[in-house]
């Protein structure tokens, strides 16, 4: 790839006009990164006809239209203890018909009402909503008619996030696209024709442009599974070859079988099935590359323990990597007290460590006192340094680049790699993703736990949940209430964290608030005060961040408000922050009243069933991989084109392609970069 080319595609998006640091940021969140390569992968879903029609009544409510109203009144919004009215202007057509435009944030009513003047033509478009009087809520351009030229005849519509429009999305491709085909003079063809189809899936002119088997997908979907087979094939090459293999290690202590006497339960079958194929790997003279893969509360820890007292008695280091501050410290809290009844030393390493007590616990690394290390990307700094490190553990491991698992594994000389993850995946499909590994399933939950009883709700029965929750708190309960945006957003009627926590400071005085912009170490304090068991904080509201790795044993009850809008597999993670204790867990799935027939299927599944390899199979059948596997949904593999139904010929294309080239051409290297597959074990 041509340094042009490269430092184009790694410019910072805050650098394109009309972004800047803040924007940037958002953008990172949605697309998992802030270059102006994330942005390029990130394609439109579909494409709106704006066309402009006479009348509402030509329309059908769920369609997106675009129609001239004369603003007849305003009916401003206004709060009433806990219910807010939205504000309404009232319009009609050209044949008389009367149409409600309707705005659900308050803090704009100034704005709204001079954009709409009594008397004045307006052109509106947005999605008309069904029910008796023709709706738009939020609609998404409002302009005079001598403007009706800003209102755009067909519009790309992009999978968003909170506080970035689509007239964002349009003006940061039109600014990207508009230069880039300079860009390209001299590459390859290949990179040449993937960028081509890529460009055409920005523009798309239909929506049928935008399928798995339209054309320009079918290709930039091969391209990306070529990369992935690509990294696979390199990756079993390299484990392989005569320089990667290794004097097997010979065992020097028992302590298994203590490990085992130590704990005050027994392990499942599927646990120690797991163990022992780990067992097995540990005693081959070429590394380990293997994944455990299981439900929520199945019980993966423990076997990332038994994997870790295994390197032990061979007197070797063990490395457990997490995501965050908490996570690691979650794990630290509940290893050390099996290490200490073991002899062996177990320490926490994170970014917050400093001066004297860091330098105590990098000598003990490098000395090898320390058998155990749990922490974050702080394992992998330059100045830490293992006398032995035989063992990485990865858990969450697809929060992690690939670059920055290999920065831990080169810390040792060939060291085992054990990843973990909770996102339960069909085997078939597994195998296909993780050809480079081999799979563990755990598909049994430790005996004693009580199945969580999950219900759906509609949302007009809020208040009647609330008082339900009053007795239930003064009981003891601990609750998770999760909301799906952090603050109020002109652009959805969903209901926001901040809305929802001041809401509820008017029933309770033990509620606590956690969402993605807090400053980190706020968002961790308030966790951690939540979790323990003399805090003051008994209710904690919450976005997503809550997802993955909060171990709450006290918290019983969940609350998913807006759950329609969650994919099952969000859905399951978040039930399972509940049912981590002894007692009998709930999770209520608060709902609004017009669902969808995906949504309401959604919501029944996961009332009928807590098995998450179930939810990923009907997950997998309703959305594909594509969705199933997108960062944003479960965390998996970051398919931005593959859509596993329609595309699973092109595996098989790919990956064939993929093992006959013998030596790697300079394209598949760009490739495999173009989606984060160069480094996977070197490549």
Same mark, same amino acid.
């Not at 609609?139 to 005849?153: G, L, M, T």
């Not at 239909?206 to 087979?229: C, G």
């Not at 992690?400 to 339960?424: H, I, M």
């Not at 807590?610 to 309703?622: R, S, T, Y």
């Given at each position: ?241 005569? !320089?990667? %293999?290794?004097? /097997? ?7 298994? $079988?203590?490990? +085992?006497?130590? @704990? ?104 090898? !006192?320390? %058998?155990?290390? /749990? ?7 330059? $100045?830490?340094? +293992?006398?032995? @490190? ?294």
């Amino acid at each position: 790839m041509k340094r042009e080319l490269f430092d184009f595609l790694n410019t910072d998006l805050q650098f394109i006009r009309g972004v800047g640091p803040v924007l940037a940021a958002r953008f990172a969140d949605l697309l998992g990164g802030r270059r102006i390569l994330d942005f390029m992968l990130h394609i439109p879903a579909y494409v709106k006809d704006r066309g402009i029609i006479d009348s509402v009544s030509a329309a059908t409510p769920g369609e997106v239209i675009t129609i001239m109203l004369q603003v007849k009144s305003h009916k401003l919004g206004q709060t009433f203890g806990r219910r807010r009215r939205p504000t309404r202007i009232i319009c009609a057509d050209k044949t008389g018909k009367q149409v409600v435009i309707q705005f659900f944030n308050t803090n704009f009513l100034d704005y709204w009402v001079k954009k709409f003047p009594i008397g004045e033509w307006r052109l509106v478009s947005g999605k008309l909503e069904p029910g008796a009087t023709p709706t738009i809520n939020h609609p998404e351009f409002v302009e005079e008619p001598k403007d009706a030229d800003k209102i755009p005849k067909i519009q790309a519509i992009y999978p968003s996030g909170e506080g970035i429009t689509q007239k964002t999305f349009t003006n940061v491709r039109d600014q990207i696209f508009a230069d880039f085909d300079n860009k390209l003079i001299g590459e390859d063809e290949h990179i040449v024709e993937f960028f081509d189809a890529l460009k055409h899936a920005h523009f798309a002119k239909t929506s049928t442009d935008l399928l798995p088997m339209a054309d320009d997908i079918v290709k930039l979907s091969y391209f990306e599974l070529f990369a992935h087979q690509m990294a696979i094939a390199i990756s079993r090459r390299t484990r392989n070859d005569e !320089r990667h %293999r290794r004097t /097997v290690r010979q065992k020097k202590y028992d302590l298994l $079988d203590k490990f +085992y006497a130590s @704990l005050p339960f027994d392990l499942t079958g599927a646990q120690k099935r797991a163990i022992d194929e780990i067992h097995v790997d540990m005693l081959r003279n070429f590394p380990m590359m293997r994944l455990v893969q299981g439900d929520v509360g199945c019980g993966k820890t423990m076997v990332a323990m038994a994997a870790m007292v295994i390197m032990a008695e061979f007197g070797a280091q063990t490395a457990l990597l997490a995501p965050t501050d908490t996570l690691a410290g979650q794990h630290y809290a509940k290893l050390k007290p099996l290490c200490d009844r073991l002899g062996l030393v177990c320490d926490i390493l994170t970014g917050r460590d400093k001066g004297a007590a860091r330098r105590e616990k990098l000598t003990s690394l490098r000395s090898g !006192r320390t %058998r155990l290390v /749990v922490g974050t990307h702080a394992l992998f700094s330059e $100045d830490v340094i +293992y006398k032995d @490190l035989g063992l990485v553990i990865i858990d969450e491991q697809h929060r992690f680049g690939v670059g920055q698992r290999e920065s831990l594994r080169a810390k040792g000389n060939n060291p085992d790699v054990l990843a973990l993850s909770a996102t339960p995946i069909p085997r078939t499909l597994s195998m296909t993703i993780y050809g480079d590994m081999d799979i563990s399933i755990i598909n049994e939950k430790p005996a004693g736990r009580i199945p969580i009883k999950t219900t759906k709700l509609p949302i007009s029965r809020i208040s009647a949940l609330i008082e339900h929750l009053k007795p239930q708190i003064v009981a003891g309960a601990k609750v998770f209430w999760v909301c799906p945006l952090v603050t109020d957003s002109e652009e959805s009627d969903a209901t926001a964290a901040e809305y929802r926590y001041n809401e509820l400071k008017q029933n309770f005085t033990c509620v606590g608030l956690v969402h993605g912009q807090m400053p980190k170490s706020e968002r961790d304090a308030v966790m951690a005060q939540f979790a323990d068991k003399n805090s003051d904080i008994k209710i904690l509201v919450a976005t997503t961040v809550i997802e993955v790795g909060i171990d709450v044993p006290d918290a019983t009850i969940i609350v998913i408000e807006n759950a329609e809008r969650f994919g099952l597999a969000a859905l399951h993670q978040l039930r399972g922050r509940v049912g981590r204790g002894g007692a009998q867990s709930f999770c209520i799935l608060l709902h609004g009243n017009n669902l969808s027939p995906d949504g309401l299927k959604r919501l029944d599944i996961l009332t009928e069933t807590d098995d998450g390899f179930v939810i990923a199979e009907q997950d997998l059948m309703m959305r594909g991989v594509g969705e199933l596997l997108g960062t944003r949904q479960t965390g998996w593999i970051n398919y931005h084109f593959v859509a596993y139904r329609e595309h699973r010929d092109l595996f098989k294309l790919a990956s064939r392609a993929a093992v006959n080239m013998v030596t790697v051409e300079p394209w598949a290297r760009d490739l495999m970069y173009i989606f984060d597959r160069t480094t996977i074990l070197g490549a």
